[in-house]
T-cell receptor, first 114, second 116 residues
Framework: GNSVTQMEGPVTLSEEAFLTINCTYT??????LFWYVQYPGEGLQLLLK?????DKGSNKGFEATYRKETTSFHLEKGSVQVSDSAVYFC?????????????FGKGMKLTVNP | GAVVSQHPSRVICKSGTSVKIECRSL??????MFWYRQFPKKSLMLMAT?????????EQGVEKDKFLINHASLTLSTLTVTSAHPEDSSFYIC????????????FGSGTRLTVV
């Protein structure tokens, strides 16, 4: 079936540390891949996306590359800030029965300390 | 563009009562909207897909009679939690995507439901 597996954490980092959140997927065909971020008490916001192999999504210093050969879409940031504290979700879009759905990983809570 | 407004942001209700949550697409039309439930420390669970002008499609294990979904217009979907119980307390989030190619999903800010 279609699924997303990601690091669950929680993870605590110091400001300016390097961040990697692993995400791998299982899907038929070539899904579009996404990273969403959820700040405390809020809904989800799209952080970045990639729609085909070797595409690199980037936003707010975060990057992720669509790797077909390893079915991965790892999220990275070179220097995290306190304001990056949030829950991060990896997701893909699947089409089932003619309808489209987002499939999420379990989310990873990141806390960045000053 | 592509803003989804969800209301209320927080609601507390007594056991046995019903609560309605609204999800509106403010600047686009959405034939389809989605309702998710988020449990503490867990991911988002898709509850149902709301289809304008027709019945919602529920995911396996979601009680249709408890979680009533109505998508009466291209900009509004509602989720009504009927005869609420404390175990229904959760964070509910709606999502929609403009009916335009290559446009991503937009999420509402969520509703924290507490049943006492």
């Amino acid at each position: 079936g279609n699924s997303v597996t990601q690091m669950e954490g929680p993870v605590t980092l110091s400001e300016e540390a390097f961040l990697t959140i692993n995400c791998t997927y299982t899907a038929t065909g070539y899904p579009s891949l996404f990273w969403y971020v959820q700040y405390p008490g809020e809904g989800l916001q799209l952080l970045l996306k990639a729609t085909k192999a070797d595409d690199k999504g980037s936003n707010k210093g975060f990057e992720a590359t669509y790797r077909k050969e390893t079915t991965s879409f790892h999220l990275e940031k070179g220097s995290v800030q306190v304001s990056d504290s949030a829950v991060y979700f990896c997701a893909l879009i699947v089409t089932q029965g003619g309808s489209e759905k987002l499939v999420f990983g379990k989310g990873m809570k990141l806390t960045v300390n000053p | 563009g592509a803003v989804v407004s969800q209301h209320p942001s927080r609601v507390i209700c007594k056991s046995g009562t019903s609560v309605k949550i609204e999800c509106r697409s403010l600047d686009f039309q959405a034939t389809t909207m989605f309702w998710y439930r988020q449990f503490p420390k867990k991911s988002l669970m898709l509850m149902a897909t709301s289809n304008e002008g027709s019945k919602a499609t529920y995911e396996q294990g979601v009680e249709k009679d408890k979680f009533l979904i109505n998508h009466a217009s291209l900009t509004l979907s509602t989720l009504t939690v009927t005869s609420a119980h404390p175990e229904d307390s959760s964070f509910y989030i709606c999502s929609a995507r403009p009916d335009r190619v290559n446009y991503g999903y937009t999420f509402g800010s969520g509703t924290r439901l507490t049943v006492v």
